[in-house]
């Protein structure tokens, strides 16, 4: 089965500083993973994905991630911090080819402090 | 411009009543997804519906009803025997998965119910 874990509920960075939100993943077949934002009373919102194509993925507002397959994780990280980056991050893992269900792990809220 | 569509965003329920949460999509997905939100619990699956005239239970589906009538629209009726039905509510919906690459999930906006 599935599954997803995202080590740290809450993550405190400076403005300007690295950000690095840890994800990782349970599949007993290779699987595509993905990187949603949530903003305060507003649905998720796609950063980026892996579907097996190239191992760094870059999305949107900076960010990006690496799928490391013998460390079954999928972090994300952005260089700079900016204020508009707070909001809740979440990692998500789909599994085998057919299989259209996505397991969220439990979310990381993303604090940036000026 | 193609989306989903929930209604209402705030929805305020008096003990006991059955409510309805509407979740409208344009994308022609085949696959739609409710969920609810609590703070720290993420996302829970509530039901998901993979063709119009069919559904499954998610995690949570007690005290929950859906149907699938059309492709487009995927309401979530609450009802009185959901103990605890005060949370955040998040539709999706989800194109077929090919070889070769899959956009995963298209979200609503969401709606906030509330017991009054």
């Known amino acids: 089965a599935q599954s997803v874990t995202q080590l740290g509920s809450h993550v405190s960075v400076s403005e300007g500083a690295l950000v690095l939100l840890r994800c990782n993943y349970s599949s007993s077949v290779p699987p595509y993973l993905f990187w949603y934002v949530q903003y305060p009373n507003q649905g998720l919102q796609l950063l980026l994905k892996y579907t097996s194509a190239a191992t760094l993925v870059k999305g949107i507002n900076g960010f990006e991630a690496e799928f490391k397959k013998s460390e079954t994780s999928f972090h994300l990280t952005k260089p700079s911090a900016h204020m508009s980056d707070a909001a809740e991050y979440f990692c998500a893992v789909s599994e085998g080819f057919g299989n259209e269900k996505l397991t969220f792990g439990t979310g990381t809220r993303l604090t940036i402090i000026p | 411009d193609g989306g989903i569509t929930q209604s209402p965003k705030y929805l305020f329920r008096k003990e006991g009543q059955n409510v309805t949460l509407s979740c409208e999509q344009n994308?022609?997905?085949?696959?739609m997804y409710w969920y609810r939100q609590d703070p720290g619990q993420g996302l829970r699956l509530i039901y998901y519906?993979?063709?119009?005239?069919?559904?499954q239970k998610g995690d949570i589906a007690e005290g929950y009803s859906v149907s699938r009538e059309k492709k487009e629209s995927f309401p979530l009726t609450v009802t009185s025997a959901q103990k605890n039905p005060t949370a955040f509510y998040l539709c999706a919906s989800s194109p077929p998965r090919h070889q070769g690459g899959w956009s995963g999930y298209t979200f609503g906006s969401g709606t906030r119910l509330t017991v009054v």
């Open positions: 994308l022609n997905h085949d696959a």
């Open positions: 519906s993979q063709i119009v005239n069919d559904f």
